[in-house]
């Protein structure tokens, strides 16, 4: 028995994997229409059940190391205020620890978060602030930017500041690595970990590589588009991991290897780790066992590959587990005969006859000097005028498309709006000087999203009501708009 359920962080359990996810890792190359053939045995795997943890995660570790040492410094006072911008995870280890210890919590995250981790959140009777993801770390409307504005105006406040505060990697220097090592009696050869503020990963792998002797080898599980597999920070969906930013915190003279890993593949093995060892855990988990199961299929049967499960599936009902989400997405193809909307985006295309796969050049719906047709995806940019705006639009003959933040290929995450011709005209009647002012003061709602995958009857349905159009996503990246005529000329040649 303890005292307080604080007391119960740590010591979480390891549990084989090495069956399941070489039979998963068939079922990820069938829905690639790829065949892996006859696979050489390789590494055992273990996964660390880190949603043990009484908060549910990971992040319950530095969250109550965190703390204890504001407390001995007195950086954190009775009556003191918690603030941190958070992807969930720390924020509910922070949130648990004070609401034992009766402090105040706001939490800024970003607007890609599920509503369920901001549920758990109020649960334990933390603010909850939501900020946009697709804008730069050094945007005074960024998550980070939030933080720091309210941690400077609150009396009392304290920050924690995960991606700077060396308590971070320390308390897994401390506990995760040391479990680690005595729970495979000194076995292990290669430790597997997402990267997210770094802490995690720098404090384990600096622990097993000392106590080793430098034999045991750490490799990062990264979303593809992330700084650390050499991306840009560009949005991705896995929650909880990458970044766009450097953390103090992330030793990478520790990391021997980072994997890139997409948001699909990753999605894909959360739910068959649930399906088919009964783990229910979150999306950054499904990434990191991929890049574990990469690994193992180079090793020998005599390694040992110990993965760390950061956190539950119970964050993430409404997205990964979510069938509709994932078809939405493009994630998923729903169990059907009929054509999809993958083929109807095709015959647009066909019709059209592309030469050119993206737009270039400082206009966001121009084509590359010499090259002739339209680009798949016309665009407009939210700090061009209303009057290139319409240019595009007369240029191309069609009636609406996306603003967005970056040239394709694009992510979900970075369309901004959209340009309506209808509200285009509006606006300019009213007033001509509007021809001249920025995208973004006349710009609408997003258009509605169907998945590539998605059948007929799905488009039909969403065509059918008030929106235009609807932005085909294939594997969560835009690929293309359809709009009534679009799907009328796709029956009509059927």
């Not at 495979?184 to 080793?212: N, P, W």
Request: aromatic share 6%; charged share 25%; glycine share 12%.
């Amino acid at each position: 028995m303890v005292d307080q359920v604080i007391d119960l962080v740590g010591d979480t359990p390891l549990v084989r994997l090495t069956s399941m996810v070489e039979a998963a890792a068939d079922l990820l190359a069938g829905a690639r229409g790829e065949h892996r053939g006859a696979p050489r045995r390789g590494a055992e795997i273990l996964g660390k059940l880190e949603y043990i943890n009484p908060g549910g995660s990971v992040k319950d570790r530095i969250a109550l190391a965190m703390v204890d040492a504001a407390e001995r410094d007195g950086r954190l006072r009775p009556g003191g205020t918690i603030v941190e911008p958070t992807s969930g995870n720390t924020g509910v280890g922070l949130a648990m620890v004070a609401a034992i210890r009766g402090y105040r919590c706001v939490f800024t995250m970003p607007d890609k978060i599920s509503e369920e981790k901001r549920a758990v959140l109020r649960a334990y009777g933390a603010e909850v602030v939501v900020c946009p993801t697709a804008v730069d770390p050094d945007d005074p409307r960024s998550y980070y930017s939030v933080a720091r504005e309210i941690t400077r105006k609150t009396p009392g406040a304290w920050s924690p500041d995960q991606y700077s505060n060396p308590d971070n990697p320390a308390a897994h220097r401390a506990t995760t690595g040391p479990e680690i090592w005595r729970d495979t009696a000194g076995r292990v050869t290669h430790f597997v970990a997402g990267i997210g503020t770094g802490g995690t990963i720098s404090g384990v792998g600096q622990y097993l590589k000392e106590v080793s002797g430098g034999r045991v080898q750490v490799i990062g599980a990264d979303p593809e588009g992330s700084v650390y597999s050499g991306g840009s920070g560009r949005p991705y969906l896995v929650e909880g991991v990458g970044e766009d930013i450097w953390p103090a915190t992330f030793d990478k003279t520790v990391v021997d290897r980072v994997e890139a890993v997409s948001d699909r593949d990753s999605f894909l093995m959360t739910r068959l780790l649930a399906r088919r060892a009964g783990l229910l855990v979150g999306g950054s988990c499904g990434l990191a066992v991929v890049a574990a199961l990469r690994l193992a299929g180079e090793l020998d049967p005599d390694d040992l590959v110990v993965v760390l499960l950061p956190d539950s599936g119970r964050g993430y009902l409404s997205k990964i587990f979510n069938d509709e989400w994932m078809y939405d997405y493009g994630f998923l193809e729903p169990p059907s005969d009929e054509p999809v909307v993958a083929e109807v985006l095709a015959t647009k295309r066909g019709e059209r006859q592309p030469t050119v796969t993206r737009a270039t050049g400082p206009a966001g719906g121009g084509r590359a000097a010499g090259q002739a047709g339209p680009p798949e995806l016309v665009h407009v940019h939210p700090d061009e005028t209303v009057g290139a705006a319409i240019s595009y639009l007369r240029e191309y003959n069609v009636s609406q498309m996306p603003v967005v933040r970056h040239e394709p290929p694009l992510r979900a995450a970075e369309v901004a709006g959209a340009v309506l011709e209808r509200e285009l005209l509006a606006a300019v009647f009213a007033d001509r000087a509007a021809v001249d002012a920025p995208v973004s003061a006349h710009m609408s709602a997003p258009l509605p999203t169907i998945g590539a995958g998605e059948p007929l009857s799905t488009l039909v349905e969403a065509l059918g009501g008030d929106d235009p159009a609807v932005l085909v996503l294939d594997n969560g990246n835009p690929v293309g708009i359809l709009t009534r005529a679009d799907l009328l000329s796709f029956l009509a040649a059927r």
